[in-house]
Structure formats: structure tokens, C-alpha cells
């Protein structure tokens, strides 16, 4: 017999595309019917789900699922707790390289450089320092995380995410991540990565969809 909640992220995942497909056809006929401009900043939006696109989200609404039903269970306060316990790591994490979807003339090199600690359940918090695509020196403070290991039957294959409060994007670039206030603005990176048995990692951080980013965790305790 099958169990029949593993059935219940595919649904879940499978209504998130119903219901953005409904949307995107009601803004077009709105559109088409009016005039107003409140419309306008949905379809830009809308209009970058490209087919490339689609599919990264689809991906990524997809993992969302399968990560969700753990969710009532997570500590949403921990990352706050400074407290040390056991089975506690920290590591180093750095990235040299971000690959953009669509490269521009004015993007920079990216790169950054944090700290992470991992609970012994797997829950993740830290903060990096990096400098964006546009050569602002930025932050990324994300008390939220998890990471789930042995995905496929692997054992040193792993899925992780982060959330938390993105600093950076300032002036002429503020526009360039969503709800962005004053430079702030929320930010959640999904990640595939692979852990050796030195305990080391090599990870790739989906970056909405602007980018794939390079990282390396190194444990120093």
C-alpha cells in the first residue's frame, strides 16, 4: 500500500499552479478591459515567468511542499537563542561565484562571506556580508532555516532553506528585490548541497529568479 500523504505536497504543489494560472488569465482579461493602473506592477510581475522561469518556480513551489507538512513542528523562535546546546556546529560559509539568468552590463562580481550554526535537529540561523550584483555592500540576517539530509536515498545529499531580512538594495537598484523598503526586504533561499565526510560542504543557493550562487560551508565547530 501506498501511504497517501505523500500524495498531499503534490496536490498542494499542484493547486499553486492552478491558482497562478487562473490569476495571470483574470489580470490579462482586467487588463484588456481596463485602463487602471493599480494592474500595471502585477503584470510586470507576471510577465517575467517566462517558460525558463515557469519551471525554476514550479521547481521551487515544489520544494516549498515537500518541506511544508514539517513545518508546524519548527521552532520559529530558536534562531533568535543565543543559548549554546548540544550537538551545535558552526561553520564558515563563502561564496566566490554567482551565476545571473540574465547577465546585464551592470551587474558586479558577487561574492560573500557568514557564518551558520546548525542545531542538532538540523535547524539553521546565521548572517553573511556580501556585495550584491550591483557593487552595494549588503547583508542577509535569516534567524529561520532547515536542512534535510539524505534526500534521494543519499546520504551526503541535502536540501536546505533560509529566511530572514535581506539589506542592500539601496537607491537606483531598490526595485531589483520585492517589498523592498528603505533598502530592507524579506528574503527565503532554497539550496542543493552536498556534505563530504570531512564534514565539509558544497551547496548551490537559488536566488529567485535572478541567479545561482556558489557557496562552501567549512566547520570550525
Not at 550584483?133 to 546520504?155: H, K, M, T
Not at 528574503?187 to 550562487?213: C, R, T, Y
Request: with cysteine; proline share 5%; net charge positive.
Amino acid at each position: 500500500m501506498i501511504d497517501q500523504s505523500l500524495f498531499k505536497p503534490l496536490r498542494w504543489w499542484f493547486a499553486v499552479e492552478v491558482t497562478f494560472n487562473k490569476c495571470y488569465r483574470l489580470l490579462l482579461l482586467m487588463q484588456r478591459r481596463t485602463s487602471f493602473l493599480i494592474y500595471r506592477p502585477f503584470m510586470r510581475l507576471l510577465s517575467k515567468f517566462t517558460r525558463p522561469n515557469r519551471f525554476l518556480a514550479s521547481c521551487c513551489a515544489l520544494a516549498f511542499a515537500l518541506v511544508a507538512p514539517a513545518a508546524n513542528a519548527y521552532d520559529w523562535s530558536d534562531g533568535f537563542d543565543l543559548t549554546e546546546k548540544s550537538g551545535d556546529r558552526w561553520s564558515l560559509i563563502a561564496s566566490p561565484y554567482t551565476l545571473h539568468f540574465h547577465p546585464s552590463d551592470n551587474h558586479k562580481h558577487v561574492w560573500l562571506i557568514g557564518a551558520e550554526r546548525e542545531r542538532s535537529d538540523g535547524a539553521i540561523t546565521g548572517a553573511a556580508f556580501f556585495s550584491n550584483s550591483f557593487g552595494q555592500e549588503s547583508g542577509y540576517f535569516f534567524p529561520w532555516g532547515q536542512i534535510y539530509r539524505g534526500v534521494l536515498d543519499q546520504p551526503k545529499l541535502y536540501v536546505q532553506w533560509t529566511a530572514g531580512i535581506l539589506y542592500g538594495y539601496r537607491g537606483e537598484y531598490q526595485n531589483k528585490v520585492p517589498l523592498n523598503y528603505g533598502g530592507f526586504s524579506p528574503a527565503m533561499v532554497p539550496a542543493l548541497g552536498w556534505e563530504f565526510d570531512s564534514k565539509q560542504q558544497i551547496q548551490f543557493n537559488l536566488l529567485g529568479l535572478n541567479g545561482m550562487m556558489l557557496q562552501f560551508k567549512q566547520p570550525f565547530k
